[in-house]
Every structure is written in C-alpha cells, then in structure tokens.
C-alpha cells in the first residue's frame, strides 16, 4: 500500500504539489488525471524514489521511496512519458538490463512485444517513437514488479496499439500489482482506469473508484434538459450531463465528463467523496 | 466489445454473457473465462469484470467452483428469460410506445 501524506514540492519559488494525502491500495489500476502542470509526473517521480519530497512524507510498504534500498527498487518501475532510443537490440537491452528486477521474465517480454506486433531483434534507436514505447512498456511489464508507475503510456501509439495495450495491462499484471498511470488519454483508457484520482493545483479534489463515481454521481446521456444538471456537454448524439445521483441506478461514467464535474465543482465533489 | 449503452460497464458485461446464454451459445455448466482474462478480452480493468462475475453469481445465473473458475448455473437460461422479459415490458416498452406516440403510430400499423 502506498500512503502520501500531507505531501509538498515545488520548483524553486513554484510550488507544485502542497498537502497532497492520499492512499493508494493494491491490486488496482489507478488513472491520475489532472490539467498540464498540475504535477502528475512530479508526483510520479517523488513515489518512485526520484525527488524528495520537501514536506510530508510517502510510505510504501514500510518503504521510503527516497532511500532508493535496492529491495525497494527491485519491486517497482517507473516508466517516464521520454523514453531513451538505445542503440541496442531490444531483446539485448531485455536480457541486460531485465538482471535488475529479480522478477523480470523473459519469455513475457517477448510475448508481450508480440501482443504489440513489435520485432525484438530490431535496434531500439531504429524503431519509430510508438515502436519505442511499446518497447519500454513490455520491458516494464515484465518485470513483475509489485508497483509499476507509467506517466502518459499511451502517447505516440497508433490506434490498434491502444487497445492492444489495454490487453496488455489487464491481462501482463499481476493480480497483487498496483499500477499508477497518469493520462490526458481518457478515451483510451476509459474502461481500465479503476480508481480515478484527479489532482487539482496543490490538491486532491478525487479519489474514488468507478463505482462509488456512478453511486454518487449520475450521467445522463439521454436528450432532454435537466434541471440542476453540475454539468451539461453537447455531442453528436445529445449530450451528456452529471447530476448528483438520488437513485440507486449506476450509469456509465464519462470521465472526460467528471473530470469538468469536478472543474466546476470542487468543493462539492470533495465533500461528497469525503471518506 | 462496444461499449455504447449508458449503462455502466459492469452491467453491460453482465447483459453481454445474458445475451450469449440465451443465444445458446453459453450451455449449462460450460466455463466462462476467468476474470482476468475476459478482462484482457475486452480491455476492461478486471476489478469490473469481477463485480459483473459478483452480480451474476448473486443472480444464480453462474456458480463458481472454488480453485478452478467460473461457470454456467443449470437453469441461467429461465432465469435470464424470465428477467429479460420482465426488464423489456417495464422499459423498452414504455420507450417504444413513446416513440409511436411522437411518430403518430397506432398499434396495429405494427403489429399484425
């Protein structure tokens, strides 16, 4: 379990995150979403041991990343949104470097570039941007690792690619992993994102799962107007609105549409997700 | 799977293996897939999946044999028909004759 409490960084006089608290449990594949410079990747960089954090603390599993203990880093991967074109053969850098995560397992690797349609025996510094990353993001799977942090997979792949990496989350992790990826492709991961955390400038306005979201809050996507709506959205086929939930029917949650809910409302949603 | 419908997913998912039960193409006491895999399947987190397996299982409309995995309950098929007409005569009904209201449509210009 990871436990952020009352976390804070800044960039020199910037300050980024400010009383960020919050727990994240195991076995679920959390989506952190929030505007540009908010500080997903900050926050990201600070769970996985990369920056200290300048207030607060992070707890994982008794660990704090920032001691970087080498029984810590062996459990855990960070994949960064920049992914290094190596001038190796993918399979080489595999076999040289998966030594590092004493889980690392070859034979997913190669099966999950396979799930990609990517050719092992290519060198990585010849491979197009979305070749690369479907690269890293099978070297990070296979590592078994019980914390994998991923900042925007799913830039840069084609479209097949997306659902294939969908395929590859759900099906390449195991059951008492916890994946923390943070996206501004909500569409693309709409169905595997399970919690959802959306961080505000300094703050935590969500941290909830899908279905306290759709016990809580109701989209309708029907055409008709309704009154006292917190949100409304056009689309091609009508529209879609949020409106606090009174019944006990669980509609199908539209996060592009919660995550301007919880824009437009944040004192609101924070305190009807108050745990 | 498309996922279009307004309902949520794990429902949709729940009426997606309804659907195969009553085309036949789900038998008493064939297997399901397990969670994670039907997750892989149709790219859906498996925690979803696992509520709609939950809900099914609740329903008697499957039964899970503990270490091996989830499969079709004997009489799921009564079940879901006898649920299916039900959700059709108190739902989609009402929706159909809305619409034939508004397209000024009587009964029997339909049905025959």
Redesign the interface.
């Known amino acids: 379990m990871i436990e952020i409490n009352d976390l804070g960084f800044s960039y020199g006089q910037n300050p980024v995150l400010k009383n960020i608290s919050m727990k994240l449990e195991e ?3 959390y989506g952190l979403l929030g505007e540009n410079g908010v500080g997903k990747t900050t926050l990201l960089t600070l769970l996985c041991g990369l920056k200290k954090p300048q207030k607060g603390c992070i707890d994982i599993d008794g660990y704090n990343p920032y001691d970087r203990k080498p029984s810590f880093l062996a459990n855990q991967y960070y994949l960064s949104d920049e992914v290094a074109a190596v001038n190796m053969k993918a399979i080489d850098y595999a076999r040289n470097y998966g030594k590092f995560w004493e889980k690392f397992d070859m034979g997913k690797f190669l099966e999950i570039m396979k799930v990609f349609e990517n050719d092992p025996e290519q060198k990585m510094n010849r491979m197009s941007c979305g070749q690369l990353k479907k690269t890293w993001i099978s070297f990070a799977l296979a590592c078994n690792t019980r914390y994998i942090f991923m900042d925007e997979p799913t830039n840069g792949l084609d479209i097949p690619s997306k ?1 294939q990496f ?3 989350v ?2 390449y992790t195991s ?1 008492d992993s916890t994946l923390v990826i943070s996206t501004h492709q909500v569409r693309d991961l709409e ?4 919690p959802i955390i959306i961080l505000d400038r300094q703050d935590v306005l969500l941290n909830a ?3 306290e979201i ?1 016990e809580k809050l109701y ?3 029907s055409n008709e107007k309704i009154e006292g709506a917190l949100y409304s959205e056009m689309t091609p086929g009508g529209c879609v609105q949020v409106l606090i939930n009174t019944g006990s029917e ?4 539209n996060i592009e549409a919660l995550f301007n809910t919880v824009h437009l409302h944040k004192e609101l949603v924070k305190g009807m997700f108050a745990k | 799977m498309d996922f279009n419908s307004n309902k949520s997913i794990y429902l949709q998912i729940c009426d997606s293996i309804c659907e195969k039960i009553m085309s036949g193409e789900l038998g008493p006491d064939s297997r399901i897939p397990s969670v994670r895999d039907y997750g892989a399947e149709i790219g859906v987190n498996p925690n979803t999946v696992m509520r709609s397996y939950e809900k099914l299982t609740n329903d008697g409309i499957i039964y899970n044999k503990r270490g091996i995995g989830y499969f079709i309950s004997p009489d799921a098929k009564d079940i879901v028909l006898q649920r299916s007409r039900k959700e059709f005569l108190e739902e989609e009904v009402p929706r159909i004759i809305k619409k034939m209201k508004l397209l000024g449509l009587v009964p029997s210009e339909i049905f025959s």
């Open positions: 076995g679920k594949i659902a969908r395929k590859a759900t099906k059951e169905n595997i994102i399970d799962t899908v279905e759709s989209f309708d996507y669980e509609s199908k949650v």
